[in-house]
C-alpha cells in the first residue's frame, strides 16, 4: 500500500510507503513541510490529502474511515474531517491509504486512481452536476464498484463550508474541504479497484479470523447495548433531537433560547422518521451497526436535524430532511449552515440585519420559516453568496460579532457547552476547531444523567467516575482527547469505540493487530492520539493561528431553566483550561 502525492498541475506523481499508520499523521506530516510560516488557505502549493490508515477500508467491525486533511477556508487552520461509508475501503482496493494533492488543475478536472497511480482527467461534462448526478456518471465511467468523492455546485462557487460527498451519501463535512478543491478545479477524486485484493477489493485483514471474531462479538452485543442497539434501531442516531427534554441541553434558536426544549417540537418525535427512511443497513462495510441511515435520500448524521430544526425554530422534519437533503445534493455542510442562517435570523430579530443582506434573503425568512429552508440550501451554494460566507464572517459585515457562536470561524456543532464544559473546551482548543466527537461527552459520565454501563470503561482507561457533567476537568479532558485522537489517527470509529461503545480498548487494540498485523498496546493509542493533537498544533503555530475561545453568550448568559438551570461557563477558568491544554499540546 501506498500513499501518492499527485501535482495537479503537471500531471506529475510519486509514491511512498505508508508511514507509521499512515492516515491523517502521514498528511499532517507533509502540510507540516509545506509551511515555513503563515499561509494563505488558497494556496495551491499546500497539500491537501484524502486518506485511510493502514487498520481502516479492510471491511472490520468500525473502520469504515476515510478523512481530509488540510487547511480551511472557513477558519485559516489546520483542517481534518472524517467520513463513514464505503470509501475508505475504495482506496484501499485501489492500491492506496492516501493521496496528497498539491497545485491546481488548468481546466475543470477529475483525479483517477487505480492500481496505486492517478491521472488527472477533463471534467467534460460534470462541471456544474448535483453530487448525485455526478456520481452516476463517473459510476458509468469507471464501473460501478469505483469509490467516488465529489464536490457540488457550492464547491465550485466557493462556498466557504462547502464539503465533499463520498459515495454519494457520506459527506466530509464541516471545514471547507468542497471549496478547496474547487478553487483547484477538482470536481472528483475516483477510486478504481486494481486487483490489489481478492476480485479488485480491498485487501483481507491480517488476521482474518481474528477481524471476524470481533465482528461476532459486536453483532451479539450490539441489540441489547444502551448505544449501540440505540444507533442500529430505525430511526437511529440522527433522531436525537426529539428526544432531548431539557432546555439548554443543545441550540435552539441560535444557542439564545434555554427555555425551550428540542423535544418540544411534537414533529420531530423518532416516531415521524419511518415515511421519510431511504435505506438503513449496508452503509459500512464490514460494520453492523449501520448508525447512518439515510433519509428523503440522502445520509443522516447527528447534527443536521438539530442544526436545520430547533437552531432555527423549526419542526417541520419534512422539511428539515428535505434541506439536508439539497445540503447533500449540493455540497454544503448542514451544520454551518445551520449556524449561518441562525446568526443571520437573530440580526434580523434584533432589527440589526442591514438591508442589503436582507435583500439577499427570501421574503420571511427567519426562525421558523420551515417553508423555506429547501430555497435557503440554495441560496447559500450560488456564486458570491454572503450565506455562503458563514456566520464568523458575516457576523463582522453585520456588524454584530458576538451572534455568530462559531470558534475560530467555525460554526459550533449543536450540544451546548454550558452544561458539559469538558466539550466546550475541546470546541475551543481544539487544533481544528470545534467539533462534536473530539471526546465523549460530560454527561455520558455525570451520575444522574450519564451511562453507568461504561463507567468500569471508564475507570480501566483512566478517569474518575461518575462526575457532574457541569465539572471543567482539564485532566480528564486531555485523556479523553488522547483516546478519540488516537482513533482518529487509526481511523477506528469512535461511533463503534471505547468508552461508551462494545469496542473496548482492549478489543480496539486487538482490532489493530488483526487488521494491520502490528501490535499496540492501550497506553500507545493515547500516545499516538498525542502525536496528531502535537502535529495538529505544531500546523497552526506555524500558521499563526491564536488560542480559541467561545462566543460570550456562554460565558454571560445562564440556561433559564430546567435540570441545567443556571449552567454557565467561567470565563477565567475556561480561558486558563484552553491554555493549558494548548501547552501539553506543545510539550513534547
Request: aromatic residues 6%; contains cysteine; hydrophobic residues 45%.
Amino acid at each position: 500500500m501506498t500513499y501518492l502525492h499527485l501535482d495537479l498541475g503537471s500531471g506529475g506523481q510519486y509514491s511512498e510507503p505508508a508511514v507509521g499508520w499512515g492516515g491523517p499523521l502521514q498528511a499532517l506530516s507533509a502540510l507540516r513541510k509545506a509551511l515555513d510560516g503563515p499561509a494563505d488557505p488558497a494556496d495551491p502549493r499546500l497539500p491537501v490529502a484524502l486518506v485511510t490508515s493502514t487498520v481502516a477500508g479492510l471491511g472490520a467491525v468500525g473502520t469504515a474511515r476515510c478523512a481530509a486533511v488540510g487547511v480551511s477556508p472557513l477558519s485559516g487552520a489546520v483542517a481534518e474531517t472524517r467520513a463513514e461509508g464505503p470509501y475508505a475501503a475504495g482506496m484501499r482496493a485501489a492500491g492506496i491509504t492516501g493521496i496528497s494533492l498539491t497545485g491546481a488543475a488548468e481546466q475543470p478536472s477529475y483525479v483517477v486512481v487505480e492500481a496505486g497511480r492517478a491521472a488527472v482527467l477533463p471534467a467534460d461534462g460534470l462541471w456544474g452536476l448535483e453530487t448525485g448526478p455526478a456520481t452516476d456518471a463517473l459510476l458509468a465511467r469507471h464501473g460501478r464498484d469505483a469509490a467516488v468523492a465529489v464536490i457540488g455546485p457550492a464547491g465550485e462557487a466557493g462556498a466557504r463550508y462547502a464539503d465533499v460527498v463520498t459515495c454519494r451519501s457520506f459527506p466530509l463535512p464541516r471545514l471547507g474541504f468542497g471549496a478547496v478543491l474547487g478553487a483547484r478545479r477538482i470536481k472528483a477524486v475516483v477510486c478504481v479497484p486494481s486487483g490489489s485484493g481478492a476480485e479488485g477489493r480491498a485487501p483481507w485483514p491480517h488476521d482474518v479470523l481474528a477481524a471476524q471474531a470481533l465482528f461476532t462479538a459486536y453483532r451479539k452485543e450490539m441489540p441489547d447495548h444502551p448505544l449501540a442497539g440505540w444507533q442500529l434501531a430505525a430511526p437511529g442516531f440522527g433522531a436525537w433531537p426529539g428526544t432531548s427534554a431539557e432546555p439548554g441541553a443543545a441550540a435552539v434558536r441560535n444557542f439564545a433560547d434555554t427555555a425551550t426544549a428540542p423535544a418540544s417540537w411534537p414533529g420531530l418525535h423518532p416516531d415521524r422518521y419511518a415515511e421519510f427512511l431511504t435505506w438503513s443497513g449496508g452503509g459500512c462495510p464490514g460494520c453492523p451497526n449501520d448508525c447512518v441511515k439515510g433519509y428523503a435520500g440522502a445520509g443522516l448524521h447527528q447534527e443536521a436535524v438539530a442544526m436545520l430544526g430547533p437552531n432555527l425554530g423549526v419542526g417541520d422534519l419534512g422539511a428539515i430532511l428535505a434541506a439536508n437533503a439539497r445540503c447533500q445534493d449540493l455540497g454544503l455542510d448542514p451544520v454551518s449552515l445551520g449556524g449561518t442562517l441562525a446568526c443571520v435570523f437573530e440580526a434580523a430579530e434584533r432589527g440589526v440585519l442591514p438591508p442589503r443582506l436582507a435583500a439577499e434573503l427570501p421574503a420571511g425568512a427567519g426562525f421558523g420559516a420551515a417553508e423555506l429552508l429547501v430555497e435557503l440550501v440554495e441560496r447559500a451554494a450560488l456564486p458570491g453568496h454572503p450565506l455562503g460566507e458563514g456566520a464568523a464572517a458575516l457576523a463582522v459585515r453585520i456588524g454584530a460579532p458576538e451572534l455568530a457562536m462559531t470558534s475560530r470561524g467555525v460554526e459550533l456543532p449543536p450540544f451546548d457547552p454550558r452544561i458539559q464544559p469538558g466539550l466546550g473546551l475541546m470546541y475551543a482548543a481544539a487544533p481544528i476547531g470545534p467539533r462534536y466527537d473530539a471526546v465523549e461527552h460530560d454527561l455520558d459520565f455525570d451520575p444522574v444523567h450519564g451511562l453507568p454501563h461504561c463507567f468500569d470503561e471508564a475507570e480501566r482507561i483512566g478517569l474518575s467516575v461518575p462526575a457532574p457533567a457541569s465539572t471543567l476537568d482539564v485532566a480528564r479532558t486531555l485523556r479523553l482527547a488522547d483516546l478519540w485522537s488516537g482513533l482518529d489517527a487509526l481511523l477506528i470509529c469512535p461511533f463503534a469505540s471505547t468508552p461508551t461503545r462494545p469496542l473496548t480498548l482492549d478489543r480496539v487494540c486487538e482490532l489493530v493487530r488483526a487488521t494491520s498485523g502490528r501490535p499496540i498496546t492501550p497506553e500507545q493509542v493515547f500516545a499516538l492520539g498525542r502525536d496528531r493533537l502535537r502535529a495538529q498544533q505544531e500546523v497552526n503555530d506555524r500558521l499563526g493561528v491564536p488560542a480559541g475561545t467561545l462566543p460570550t453568550r456562554f460565558f454571560d448568559e445562564p440556561v433559564a431553566t430546567g435540570a441545567h438551570r443556571a449552567a454557565v461557563l467561567d470565563r477565567t477558568a475556561f480561558t486558563a483550561a484552553v491554555n493549558a491544554i494548548r501547552h501539553e499540546w506543545r510539550t513534547p
